[in-house]
């Protein structure tokens, strides 16, 4: 789903975006000409691999997102711990933050339970 910035209502609207099997479902509304706040929740199973073992598991996921996209460079006026997403071409896409949100989860450090419990030993060389 894709929606142009100059058409994002002031009023929370709802949304649902869908892509294999994650969902992201939540409202967004406009805060200013150039800021848009995003409230949803990640929901659904995603295939990870193990850092340590190499093995590949699936994960669960119920995720709280809040963050604003900028309709392009954000410069912040405050101390603001929000995280910011900058948007190009006056365009938001739905189907890339969710991708984008999916292959963040999938880069980061993650560790099975087998490992955790010592199964896993490291060797040095």
Known sequence: MKIEFKKVPTTPKEFINEFSSVKIEGTFCKMSPSLVKIEAKLVGEIPIVCSRCGE???ISLNDELNFLLSDGIYKSNSDSDELVIE???SL???DEILESEISSIQSDYYICQKC???DFVEKEY
């Open 56 to 58: 590949e598991h699936t």
């Open 87 to 89: 948007v190009e071409e």
């Open 92 to 94: 938001i896409d739905f």
């Open 116 to 118: 955790e419990d010592g």
